[in-house]
């Protein structure tokens, strides 16, 4: 009894708590949550905390952070570490304390990338080694996976001897070390080759404390570009460079070295501050030049390959190393300089004479054309001056057409030279370039290698049947075709052309003649040597006007005589005398002319040249009954007649037809 009354009853216990099962009271419930706090960790979502691996499989990591339950992190975002395995500590990210159904939410991968930054510049500052997973290949390098982030791994600096393969290492987690940061890109560059550079530099200093100029070394070829090769030496790479692997034209090093392949080669220079090393290769044979023929002499022959092409001419190797120029100008007789892509190209079979030859400066040039005989060696012979060739127009001047007879035999046809009657202002308006035309040689300047030549002289000069045809004071119908400042251009039949002045080409009623009017002109002035022909059509109707003075004046003066009952005789004798001494003297000054004709136009003329001096010469002797009618009628005047009728006029100027 004594036992129940030292028990004393609780004043605030809770029957109802009792018989719902709680049989404690507030206080142990404070007490026990309390405990149970004590026993977690506080944390808060979007956090990065440190938790402990408990357990993984091929899919997931299990992470205890210390709260009431564990979270689950997929296994790929550990990839970067192999090694991972229960009970390592871990970086992670609270995205979620409870999902839907409870779980407890991290992520790795997160918590990495929050804390990459930090971790990427310690790694730089403190030049740490760090694993990273080689994501993907990219151009110039690949992609690594490190602390979250992706870093670029260049090419050059995945390993110290050139990768040919990059596809090998996508998948491998190698260690790296970062070499540089951009803080505003957030991008990071890491080398795997930075690794090793420190055990090769020490390599380095060894070898090349140990080269001597002239040394001959076995390398293996490591790496080939357009410039050259890099030969590795056993730690250290040298440079052959594209001019020392052969004595003759290399266009690529691949034409005398493969990869991998191992070479003899010689050490031209080196430096021991920037650690490069020149290499030859061809060093090791003699120059081709010191065993080049010693009988070779200007004058032989040779053959060679086109090895280069240049505007200016063409290289010729002869053997391997040796070389001679052709110029341009030695590749033909032409003195029509062209590029020399127009005779040869690269790689042709050809064969030269040597024009030069210099075995101490070790050069020589070629010649092409020396193969073939200079035309101009008997040009006199082979085109003697009146021989006639057809010849190619390749050039106009202002003062004419050059010409080529054939392959370096050029010549000029002045332009006074091209016709006999046209007047030519410009070749072109003659020919063409490019066209064929009949030449003949008119003089040979062989010293300057230069023709003269003629084309009008194939054919025979019309000016000597125009001298019995437009004789001083005939009348031709004309045409003119041109009006100029001092006069017109008429054209007369047989294509010849004239010449009038201005004061010549007043019409019967006063006007100027015009281009395109068709009149009748009469010769005042004709000179063959010059080819010149002056005209008049105000002399024509002015003839005629004097005329009918004349006949007017001397029926007048009949009429008068017979009123005076004065001899007619008489008169008539005197008027018959003065008539036939005129007739003589007209006479006189023909047989003179005809003497001083030169015989070879007399002889060469054709059948045509006779019909036509035959035809002149029954026109002439109409003319000269003219004439002498003329005479008679004109010795009532003959003071007046004289003044006028002189074709001598300061103002006309010179025409040639």
């Known amino acids: 009894m004594e036992n129940l009354k030292s028990i004393v009853p609780v004043d605030d216990f809770n029957w109802e708590s009792y018989e719902k099962g709680d049989d404690y009271n507030k206080q142990n419930k404070d007490d026990l949550v309390k405990t149970y706090d004590e026993t977690l960790n506080t944390m808060k979502d979007k956090e990065v905390v440190v938790g402990t691996i408990t357990a993984l499989n091929k899919r997931e990591v299990v992470v205890n952070i210390g709260f009431k339950s564990d979270g689950v992190v997929p296994l790929s975002e550990f990839r970067y570490n192999p090694d991972l395995k229960v009970g390592d500590s871990v970086e992670v990210f609270i995205e979620s304390q409870e999902d839907k159904k409870g779980q407890l939410i991290l992520s790795h991968k997160k918590a990495r990338a929050a804390r990459s930054w930090n971790r990427v510049n310690e790694a730089l500052e403190k030049d740490e080694i760090i694993k990273g997973f080689v994501k993907c290949r990219t151009k110039g390098g690949m992609i690594v996976d490190i602390f979250g982030i992706e870093a670029f791994l260049p090419g050059s600096q995945i ?367 004709f000179n063959k040597e010059a080819k010149r022909i002056i005209l008049s059509h105000s002399r024509v109707f002015e003839e005629e006007q004097k005329n009918a003075k004349r006949k007017e004046a001397a029926g007048s003066e009949k009429k008068s005589r017979s009123s005076k009952k004065e001899p007619v005789e008489n008169i008539d004798l005197n008027v018959e005398k003065t008539t036939l001494g005129d007739i003589e003297e007209l006479a006189a000054l023909r047989e003179r002319m005809t003497e001083e004709k030169p015989k070879s136009a007399a002889k060469s003329g054709t059948k045509s040249k006779s019909a036509a001096k035959s035809k002149s010469t029954k026109s002439k002797s109409a003319k000269s009954a003219d004439a002498v009618e003329e005479v008679s009628e004109e010795a009532v005047e003959p003071v007046e007649e004289t003044a006028e009728a002189s074709p001598a006029e300061e103002d006309t100027p010179k025409a040639e037809a």
Not at 393 to 403: D, E, I, L
């Open 159 to 525: 390993d110290v001897k050139p990768i040919r393969d990059y596809d090998v290492f996508v998948g491998k987690t190698m260690e790296f070390k970062i070499v540089k940061i951009n803080q505003d890109f957030k991008n990071v560059v890491v080398s795997h080759k930075a690794l090793i550079e420190a055990e090769l530099e020490q390599q380095k200093k060894e070898i090349i404390s140990k080269l001597e100029k002239g040394q001959v070394l076995e390398g293996t070829v490591k790496n080939i570009t357009s410039y050259g090769v890099f030969i590795d030496l056993g730690g250290v790479d040298g440079l052959i460079h594209i001019t020392d692997l052969s004595w003759g034209r290399v266009s690529h090093p691949e034409e005398i070295v493969q990869l991998d392949e191992k070479v003899n080669v010689v050490i031209l220079d080196f430096d021991d501050e920037k650690k490069r090393i020149a290499l030859g290769l061809k060093q090791l044979t003699p120059h081709p030049w010191d065993a080049l023929d010693a009988s070779l002499a200007v004058g032989d022959k040779v053959k060679g390959k086109v090895v280069v092409m240049a505007d200016y001419g063409a290289f010729i190797e002869i053997t391997t190393g040796v070389e001679g120029l052709v110029h341009v100008s030695e590749m033909s007789w032409t003195q029509h300089l062209r590029s020399a892509q127009d005779f040869m190209k690269v790689g042709d079979e050809v064969e030269a004479v040597i024009l030069t030859l210099d075995r101490d400066e070790r050069k020589m040039s070629l010649g092409i054309k020396q193969l073939k005989e200079d035309p101009w060696e008997h040009i006199e012979v082979r085109f003697p001056a009146g021989s006639q060739h057809m010849a190619r127009v390749r050039n106009f001047t202002n003062f004419g057409v050059f010409v080529e007879i054939e392959e370096g035999v050029d010549g000029l046809i002045h332009i006074s030279d091209l016709s006999w009657t046209k007047k030519v202002k410009h070749p072109s308006e003659f020919t063409q370039i490019g066209a064929q035309i009949n030449v003949q040689v008119l003089e040979i300047d062989k010293e300057n290698r230069r023709l003269s030549l003629g084309h009008k002289q194939l054919e025979e000069n019309p000016w000597d049947v125009f001298e019995t045809l437009f004789t001083v004071g005939s009348i031709h119908e004309g045409i003119i075709i041109e009006m100029v400042e001092k006069g017109a251009v008429v054209s007369l039949p047989y294509g010849v052309e004239g010449f009038a002045t201005p004061k010549h080409l007043v019409k019967e009623d006063g006007s100027s003649a015009t281009v395109d009017e068709k009149l009748p002109f009469r010769v005042i002035e």
